[in-house]
Protein backbone atom coordinates (compact mmCIF):
# COMPACT_ATOMS: atom_id res chain seq x y z
CA UNK A 1 0.00 0.00 0.00
CA UNK A 2 1.50 3.76 -0.23
CA UNK A 3 0.03 6.39 1.68
CA UNK A 4 -0.41 9.98 0.68
CA UNK A 5 -0.61 13.44 2.41
CA UNK A 6 -0.74 16.51 0.48
CA UNK A 7 -0.17 19.16 3.38
CA UNK A 8 -1.79 22.76 2.65
CA UNK A 9 -1.94 25.64 5.06
CA UNK A 10 -5.84 25.23 5.84
CA UNK A 11 -6.43 21.29 5.24
CA UNK A 12 -4.66 18.12 4.65
CA UNK A 13 -5.62 15.69 2.62
CA UNK A 14 -4.84 11.91 3.14
CA UNK A 15 -5.38 8.95 0.57
CA UNK A 16 -4.25 5.29 0.38
CA UNK A 17 -3.49 3.94 -2.72
CA UNK A 18 -3.14 0.12 -3.40
CA UNK A 19 -0.12 -1.53 -5.21
CA UNK A 20 -1.85 -0.82 -8.83
CA UNK A 21 -2.13 2.33 -7.89
CA UNK A 22 -6.05 2.65 -7.28
CA UNK A 23 -7.03 4.77 -4.55
CA UNK A 24 -9.08 3.44 -1.87
CA UNK A 25 -9.97 6.02 0.63
CA UNK A 26 -8.99 9.62 0.97
CA UNK A 27 -9.93 12.04 4.06
CA UNK A 28 -9.51 15.88 4.44
CA UNK A 29 -8.61 17.16 8.00
CA UNK A 30 -7.99 21.01 9.26
CA UNK A 31 -4.50 21.65 9.61
CA UNK A 32 -2.63 22.14 12.82
CA UNK A 33 -2.16 25.78 12.34
CA UNK A 34 0.74 26.22 14.94
CA UNK A 35 0.95 23.18 17.12
CA UNK A 36 3.62 21.34 15.94
CA UNK A 37 2.84 18.04 18.10
CA UNK A 38 -0.82 18.22 17.57
CA UNK A 39 0.37 18.19 13.46
CA UNK A 40 2.68 14.75 14.09
CA UNK A 41 -0.03 13.26 15.98
CA UNK A 42 -2.49 13.68 13.23
CA UNK A 43 -0.19 12.23 10.86
CA UNK A 44 0.62 9.24 12.74
CA UNK A 45 -2.83 8.71 13.99
CA UNK A 46 -3.74 8.48 10.31
CA UNK A 47 -0.91 6.37 9.11
CA UNK A 48 -1.33 3.34 12.36
CA UNK A 49 -5.18 3.54 11.44
CA UNK A 50 -4.76 2.87 7.94
CA UNK A 51 -2.15 0.23 8.68
CA UNK A 52 -4.93 -1.36 11.27
CA UNK A 53 -7.76 -0.91 8.20
CA UNK A 54 -5.58 -2.01 5.29
CA UNK A 55 -3.46 -5.00 7.56
CA UNK A 56 -0.13 -3.86 6.83
CA UNK A 57 2.23 -1.04 6.61
CA UNK A 58 2.04 1.41 3.36
CA UNK A 59 5.30 3.75 2.56
CA UNK A 60 4.74 7.30 3.36
CA UNK A 61 4.68 10.44 1.24
CA UNK A 62 3.99 14.08 2.34
CA UNK A 63 3.34 16.87 -0.22
CA UNK A 64 3.92 20.74 1.04
CA UNK A 65 4.11 23.94 -0.18
CA UNK A 66 8.07 24.78 0.28
CA UNK A 67 11.27 23.30 0.33
CA UNK A 68 13.23 20.35 2.34
CA UNK A 69 16.39 22.51 2.97
CA UNK A 70 19.86 21.02 3.13
CA UNK A 71 19.61 19.74 6.76
CA UNK A 72 16.03 17.94 6.13
CA UNK A 73 14.11 21.07 7.75
CA UNK A 74 11.22 22.15 5.82
CA UNK A 75 11.02 25.36 4.69
CA UNK A 76 6.89 26.31 4.22
CA UNK A 77 5.88 29.85 5.71
CA UNK A 78 2.26 28.73 4.92
CA UNK A 79 2.34 26.14 7.08
CA UNK A 80 3.87 27.49 10.13
CA UNK A 81 3.38 24.43 12.22
CA UNK A 82 6.16 23.03 10.05
CA UNK A 83 8.14 25.45 9.21
CA UNK A 84 11.69 25.14 10.15
CA UNK A 85 10.73 21.88 11.23
CA UNK A 86 12.42 18.37 10.56
CA UNK A 87 9.27 16.61 9.78
CA UNK A 88 10.94 13.69 8.54
CA UNK A 89 13.48 13.25 11.19
CA UNK A 90 10.68 13.40 13.90
CA UNK A 91 8.55 10.89 11.91
CA UNK A 92 10.95 8.21 11.39
CA UNK A 93 11.67 6.86 14.25
CA UNK A 94 7.74 6.44 15.09
CA UNK A 95 7.17 4.86 11.63
CA UNK A 96 9.07 1.69 10.63
CA UNK A 97 8.92 1.94 6.72
CA UNK A 98 10.12 4.71 3.85
CA UNK A 99 8.92 7.88 4.22
CA UNK A 100 9.43 10.73 1.72
CA UNK A 101 8.26 14.21 1.29
CA UNK A 102 8.88 16.89 -1.90
CA UNK A 103 7.23 20.28 -3.02
CA UNK A 104 3.69 19.79 -3.86
CA UNK A 105 4.36 21.06 -7.05
CA UNK A 106 6.69 17.99 -7.72
CA UNK A 107 4.08 16.00 -6.40
CA UNK A 108 1.32 17.13 -8.92
CA UNK A 109 4.02 16.81 -11.69
CA UNK A 110 4.90 13.18 -10.51
CA UNK A 111 1.53 12.37 -10.66
CA UNK A 112 0.45 13.26 -14.18
CA UNK A 113 4.01 11.93 -15.02
CA UNK A 114 2.33 8.30 -13.80
CA UNK A 115 -0.49 7.41 -16.60
CA UNK A 116 -1.00 10.83 -16.52
CA UNK A 117 -1.20 13.83 -18.93
CA UNK A 118 2.81 13.67 -19.80
CA UNK A 119 3.64 10.28 -19.18
CA UNK A 120 6.40 9.08 -21.05
CA UNK A 121 7.42 12.46 -21.75
CA UNK A 122 11.40 13.36 -21.92
CA UNK A 123 11.46 16.50 -20.53
CA UNK A 124 8.16 17.32 -19.04
CA UNK A 125 7.13 20.72 -17.00
CA UNK A 126 4.76 21.36 -14.48
CA UNK A 127 2.87 24.37 -13.72
CA UNK A 128 0.35 25.16 -11.06
CA UNK A 129 -1.83 27.73 -10.82
CA UNK A 130 -3.66 28.23 -7.72
CA UNK A 131 -3.04 30.65 -4.70
CA UNK A 132 0.30 30.83 -5.63
CA UNK A 133 2.37 29.42 -8.67
CA UNK A 134 4.33 26.73 -8.18
CA UNK A 135 6.58 24.32 -10.76
CA UNK A 136 8.65 21.20 -11.14
CA UNK A 137 10.35 19.47 -13.85
CA UNK A 138 10.89 15.30 -14.69
CA UNK A 139 13.29 14.43 -16.75
CA UNK A 140 13.26 10.69 -17.99
CA UNK A 141 11.34 9.85 -15.06
CA UNK A 142 13.27 11.73 -12.66
CA UNK A 143 12.35 14.78 -10.88
CA UNK A 144 14.65 17.31 -11.12
CA UNK A 145 15.99 19.05 -7.95
CA UNK A 146 19.61 20.29 -6.41
CA UNK A 147 20.77 19.55 -3.40
CA UNK A 148 18.46 22.84 -1.88
CA UNK A 149 15.65 21.71 -2.90
CA UNK A 150 14.26 24.68 -4.88
CA UNK A 151 14.35 24.11 -8.96
CA UNK A 152 11.01 25.17 -10.37
CA UNK A 153 9.90 28.10 -8.97
CA UNK A 154 8.99 29.63 -12.01
CA UNK A 155 6.26 31.81 -10.42
CA UNK A 156 9.43 34.02 -9.11
CA UNK A 157 10.60 35.38 -12.11
CA UNK A 158 9.78 38.81 -13.54
CA UNK A 159 7.28 39.33 -16.05
CA UNK A 160 8.54 39.68 -19.63
CA UNK A 161 9.98 42.85 -21.22
CA UNK A 162 7.78 42.11 -24.49
CA UNK A 163 4.55 42.35 -22.00
CA UNK A 164 5.44 45.84 -20.71
CA UNK A 165 6.59 47.36 -24.22
CA UNK A 166 2.90 46.41 -25.02
CA UNK A 167 0.82 47.00 -22.01
CA UNK A 168 3.06 50.04 -20.29
CA UNK A 169 0.57 50.76 -17.89
CA UNK A 170 0.87 47.20 -16.33
CA UNK A 171 1.53 48.15 -12.69
CA UNK A 172 4.54 45.94 -10.75
CA UNK A 173 3.19 44.06 -8.02
CA UNK A 174 5.69 43.62 -4.82
CA UNK A 175 5.77 39.32 -4.61
CA UNK A 176 5.71 38.18 -0.94
CA UNK A 177 9.13 36.38 -1.82
CA UNK A 178 10.75 40.30 -1.54
CA UNK A 179 11.28 40.45 -5.35
CA UNK A 180 9.10 43.49 -7.65
CA UNK A 181 7.11 42.08 -11.03
CA UNK A 182 7.38 38.28 -10.27
CA UNK A 183 4.96 36.48 -12.69
CA UNK A 184 3.04 34.24 -9.54
CA UNK A 185 1.76 38.46 -8.95
CA UNK A 186 -0.25 37.86 -11.90
CA UNK A 187 -1.11 34.51 -12.85
CA UNK A 188 -1.79 33.22 -9.24
CA UNK A 189 -5.33 32.99 -8.43
CA UNK A 190 -4.94 36.46 -6.02
CA UNK A 191 -3.04 38.10 -8.92
CA UNK A 192 -5.93 37.73 -10.92
CA UNK A 193 -7.96 39.18 -8.93
CA UNK A 194 -5.67 42.30 -8.25
CA UNK A 195 -5.59 42.16 -11.93
CA UNK A 196 -9.31 42.90 -12.58
CA UNK A 197 -9.11 45.75 -9.75
CA UNK A 198 -6.33 47.74 -12.08
CA UNK A 199 -8.95 47.30 -15.08
CA UNK A 200 -11.49 48.75 -12.80
CA UNK A 201 -13.40 45.74 -11.89
CA UNK A 202 -14.58 45.35 -8.34
CA UNK A 203 -13.43 42.79 -5.06
CA UNK A 204 -13.80 39.85 -7.14
CA UNK A 205 -12.12 35.94 -6.50
CA UNK A 206 -10.31 34.35 -9.61
CA UNK A 207 -13.73 32.43 -10.03
CA UNK A 208 -15.48 35.47 -9.97
CA UNK A 209 -13.77 37.41 -12.26
CA UNK A 210 -13.64 34.37 -15.27
CA UNK A 211 -17.50 34.56 -14.08
CA UNK A 212 -17.97 37.70 -14.81
CA UNK A 213 -15.91 37.62 -18.18
CA UNK A 214 -18.55 34.56 -19.10
CA UNK A 215 -20.83 36.77 -18.73
CA UNK A 216 -20.10 39.90 -21.34
CA UNK A 217 -18.89 42.15 -18.48
CA UNK A 218 -16.24 45.01 -20.23
CA UNK A 219 -13.61 45.05 -16.99
CA UNK A 220 -13.34 41.36 -16.90
CA UNK A 221 -13.19 40.98 -20.84
CA UNK A 222 -9.91 43.32 -20.77
CA UNK A 223 -8.26 41.53 -17.49
CA UNK A 224 -8.75 38.07 -19.10
CA UNK A 225 -7.11 39.33 -22.43
CA UNK A 226 -4.11 40.98 -20.20
CA UNK A 227 -4.25 37.98 -18.12
CA UNK A 228 -3.76 35.28 -20.39
CA UNK A 229 -0.90 37.77 -22.48
CA UNK A 230 0.82 37.54 -18.87
CA UNK A 231 0.55 33.57 -18.25
CA UNK A 232 1.47 33.17 -22.36
CA UNK A 233 4.38 35.02 -21.76
CA UNK A 234 5.30 33.72 -18.70
CA UNK A 235 5.25 30.19 -20.14
CA UNK A 236 7.01 31.30 -23.45
CA UNK A 237 9.94 31.86 -21.47
CA UNK A 238 9.98 28.57 -19.63
CA UNK A 239 9.39 27.05 -23.10
CA UNK A 240 12.59 29.02 -24.45
CA UNK A 241 14.80 28.30 -21.39
CA UNK A 242 13.73 24.62 -20.55
CA UNK A 243 12.25 23.37 -23.98
CA UNK A 244 10.14 21.23 -22.36
CA UNK A 245 8.46 18.03 -24.15
CA UNK A 246 5.16 18.89 -22.58
CA UNK A 247 3.55 21.27 -20.14
CA UNK A 248 1.03 20.52 -17.55
CA UNK A 249 -0.96 23.04 -15.83
CA UNK A 250 -2.69 22.46 -12.43
CA UNK A 251 -4.19 24.00 -9.73
CA UNK A 252 -8.07 26.09 -9.88
CA UNK A 253 -7.65 27.53 -13.18
CA UNK A 254 -5.98 24.42 -15.51
CA UNK A 255 -9.74 22.89 -15.59
CA UNK A 256 -11.04 25.36 -17.56
CA UNK A 257 -10.71 23.85 -21.44
CA UNK A 258 -11.09 27.47 -23.01
CA UNK A 259 -7.42 28.16 -21.00
CA UNK A 260 -5.21 25.58 -23.49
CA UNK A 261 -6.82 26.86 -26.48
CA UNK A 262 -5.97 30.76 -25.70
CA UNK A 263 -2.17 29.50 -24.86
CA UNK A 264 -2.01 27.65 -27.86
CA UNK A 265 -3.18 31.19 -29.90
CA UNK A 266 -1.28 33.65 -28.20
CA UNK A 267 2.26 31.55 -27.02
CA UNK A 268 3.67 31.98 -30.36
CA UNK A 269 4.22 35.55 -30.15
CA UNK A 270 6.26 35.17 -27.17
CA UNK A 271 8.63 32.21 -28.31
CA UNK A 272 12.36 33.21 -29.32
CA UNK A 273 12.39 33.17 -33.14
CA UNK A 274 13.12 29.42 -34.11
CA UNK A 275 10.86 27.74 -31.01
CA UNK A 276 7.91 26.19 -31.51
CA UNK A 277 5.34 25.64 -28.55
CA UNK A 278 5.33 22.80 -26.39
CA UNK A 279 2.18 21.19 -26.50
CA UNK A 280 0.55 22.55 -22.81
CA UNK A 281 -2.40 19.79 -21.72
CA UNK A 282 -4.74 19.74 -19.00
CA UNK A 283 -3.91 17.35 -16.02
CA UNK A 284 -5.53 13.99 -15.72
CA UNK A 285 -5.81 13.48 -12.06
CA UNK A 286 -7.12 17.26 -11.77
CA UNK A 287 -7.36 18.23 -7.48
CA UNK A 288 -6.44 14.88 -6.52
CA UNK A 289 -3.01 14.95 -7.99
CA UNK A 290 -1.00 16.33 -5.12
CA UNK A 291 -1.98 13.42 -2.72
CA UNK A 292 -1.74 10.86 -5.65
CA UNK A 293 2.25 12.31 -6.42
CA UNK A 294 2.91 11.95 -2.65
CA UNK A 295 2.14 8.47 -1.94
CA UNK A 296 3.98 8.02 -5.62
CA UNK A 297 7.02 9.57 -3.83
CA UNK A 298 8.50 6.28 -2.25
CA UNK A 299 7.94 4.63 -5.65
CA UNK A 300 9.76 7.40 -7.32
CA UNK A 301 12.76 6.86 -4.74
CA UNK A 302 13.21 3.43 -5.82
CA UNK A 303 13.68 3.41 -9.61
CA UNK A 304 12.98 2.76 -12.30
CA UNK A 305 9.62 4.55 -12.23
CA UNK A 306 6.88 5.05 -14.95
ZN1 LIG B 1 8.24 36.31 -6.13
Redesign the pocket.
Known amino acids: MYYGFDIGGSKIAFAVFDDEFNERERSLHPTPARDYPAFLTLLLTLVRQADARWGGAGTVGLGFPGVLDVRGRILAPNVPAIDGRDLLGDLRPQLDRPLCADNDANCFLLSEYHRGAVAGAGLALGLTLGTGVGGGLIHDGRLINSRRGGCG?F??GGINASLLRRYPELPLYE?????PG????YVSGTGLSRLYRHCGGQERDGKGVIAAWQQGEAQAGHCMSLYLDILAAGVGAMMTQLDPDAVVLGGGLSEYPWLYRELGTRLPEYLMAGVSAAPVIAPVFGGAGGVRGAALLARHASLPFS
Request: negative net charge; hydrophobic residues 15%.
Open positions: EGHCGCGLCLET
